[in-house]
């Protein structure tokens, strides 16, 4: 470790690759992190303050606020893992995950949320985690929403789509608050997901990483990290790749890194994906107990103007149903941008009656019921595996649990739609259910609830590493280190042996907060 770090840079993978050199280049970092969203950022900010000779690989590309041209045909593309075009094997679940300097936080949707206390006390109870109870992680919580400039949205900046919840669930005698987001001089233009064009999101890249290679990280971007070479308990190389952007496939430049300590911060699914390749399987944990908060969207079209694809898409929630009681999973609400292209791949139906609802664009209100999985006894999600290429796959059965969690928030949201004044609401199933009057609401309880006939999606995956007390049933300890080596931390929401029940963006920045200082005594 140095006491006086230089000034770090953020390196292109052809500035990795550039020379005339040999295409292999080596690497000595005190740390390596690999990923650059929350949990890698806040950590690489946090060691590199520290003194600590910090080294970030990031899979995706760095983009800058001219990229983000508010345009989802190049957002996606450019952003989001496998384009946007991410799902669960059986497809029954897309999943929207951000690539690109500064991961998930680059592309989230601003709401910021602390972990409920009483999801903490039960992985105390069942999973045997300790150590991080509301008590000890408060000051970090605290240390990340100033750095990142949390606040809550104002009541009067609250757009017309958000409003639908604000109002209808006020009128259904429903709890609801506003949502406190990260920015800085929002504009409330509405396309948060497609990276903010004025950088007022204070996502990871514009905060923790920014304060990172002030104090002399590097990080080197369109690098992926393939494998990880152990020997004994210690990882002693990460194995990276230069990528080509133009074609994202692997160019000839390669990276030999061989740092004293190993930080993953790839995300649920990448991060247990680079275990496997380089098996390390955690006695067949690696990938168990995976979540996804299953989502489905309600749309209801208004006489009245809503512009959902305008003003900041997340001010608004709903915790009413969170905690249902032991036998049943818990849901919460919120609302979700209405852009063209999102909103026609989320809407049920073909042809006339799907041009009919998107004909509706402008009048459209979208809500969204998120369920809190692996929270009720046998829940163990979903499992991350490798396919034959080395890519990431996610199998998620979806349990009979879930499945009545989801009718009975759909025919939430619809009254909460309807009350708030909608003419139409539409279902999330193929064919969609049309509801006109509260009483047409138990038609839902006559769906097909079953996967391929109900459109969902997933924006907050976690676990897959889950943390524990007990070497058989988790992959992490307490403090985020693996079990079975010395000294590689997993920094990111893959680690959580639940889902929250809220937003994981925000849990994950203080985790990494909390986590700094026992890592960097740790180096060696």
């Keep these: 470790m140095s006491d006086h770090a230089p000034a770090g840079q953020i390196l292109t993978g052809a500035e990795v690759a550039a020379g005339n050199g040999p295409k292999t280049r080596e690497e000595r ?27 970030v690989l990031e899979e995706g590309a760095q983009r800058r606020l001219q990229d983000f041209q508010m345009k989802e045909r190049t957002a996606f593309a450019q952003l989001y ?19 690109a300097l500064g991961g998930g936080s680059l592309v989230s949707w601003t709401s910021c949320q ?18 991080l109870d509301p008590a000890a992680l408060a000051p970090h919580f605290s240390a990340v929403e100033h750095r990142m400039r949390v606040r809550e949205q104002p009541v009067d900046q609250v757009n017309a789509n958000n409003r639908v919840l604000w109002d209808g669930a006020g009128k259904l005698g429903l709890t ?29 890249d514009q905060t923790w990483l920014r304060d990172a290679v002030e104090k002399g990280a590097r990080v080197f971007t369109e690098t992926q990290a393939v494998r990880i070479e152990t020997k004994g308990r210690r990882a002693v190389v990460v194995h990276a790749r230069v990528l080509d952007p133009e074609r994202d496939q692997h160019a000839r430049a390669q990276l030999v890194i061989r740092p ?40 209801a079209a208004f006489r009245r103007a809503i512009e959902g694809f305008s003003g900041a898409p997340q001010s608004v929630a ?109 279902s999330p199933h193929e064919p969609p259910e049309v509801l006109l009057h509260p009483d047409d609401v138990s038609k839902l309880d006559a769906a097909p609830w079953e996967p391929g006939r109900v459109s969902l999606l997933s924006t907050q995956p976690m676990g897959g590493c889950a943390m524990g007390k007990d070497r058989e049933a ?46 960097a005594a740790s180096i060696r």
């Design 318 to 426: 709903s915790s009413h149903f969170s905690d249902r009681g032991a036998a049943r999973a818990g849901f919460f609400l919120q609302a979700v941008p209405v852009h063209p292209a999102f909103i026609a791949t989320a809407a049920a139906g073909f042809g006339r009656e799907h041009q009919d609802l998107m004909s509706r664009l402008g009048h459209l209100s979208a809500l969204a019921a998120s369920v809190a999985d692996g929270l009720l006894p046998d829940d163990e999600g979903g499992t991350v595996t490798l396919r034959k290429d080395g890519r990431s796959r996610l199998d998620y059965p979806i349990r009979p649990e879930t499945w009545e969690a989801l009718r009975e928030a759909n025919k939430v949201l619809a009254r909460i739609q309807l009350a708030a004044g909608a003419e139409r609401v539409w």
């Design 114 to 131: 602390r972990i409920p206390d009483q999801v903490l006390v039960h992985w105390r109870a069942i999973h045997g985690v300790e150590g």
């Design 29 to 55: 970092p005190d740390v390596c992190i690999i990923g650059s969203g929350a949990g890698g950022a806040v950590m690489a900010a946090q060691l590199a303050e520290r003194g600590v000779r910090v080294l």
């Design 260 to 299: 004293k300590l190993v930080i993953l911060a790839c995300g649920a699914i990448e991060t247990p994906a680079l275990l496997l390749r380089s098996r390390i399987e955690g006695r067949g944990r690696v990938g168990r107990r995976t979540f996804l908060h299953p989502t489905l969207l309600s749309l």
């Design 176 to 204: 609801h608050a506003l949502v406190r987001r990260n920015v800085e001089g929002c504009a409330n233009l509405g396309y948060c997901g497609m990276g903010c064009p004025i950088g007022a999101k204070m996502s990871a």
């Design 81 to 99: 893992r496998e384009q946007g075009q991410r799902a669960t094997s059986d497809l029954a679940i897309a999943i929207l995950q951000g690539r």
């Design 474 to 519: 988790s992959v992490v300890d307490s403090r985020l280190k693996l079990h079975d080596l010395d000294n590689v931390y997993v920094v990111d929401g893959s680690v959580f042996p639940t889902g929250l029940g809220v937003g994981p963006q925000e849990t994950v920045l203080a985790l990494g907060h909390w986590a700094a200082e026992h890592v």
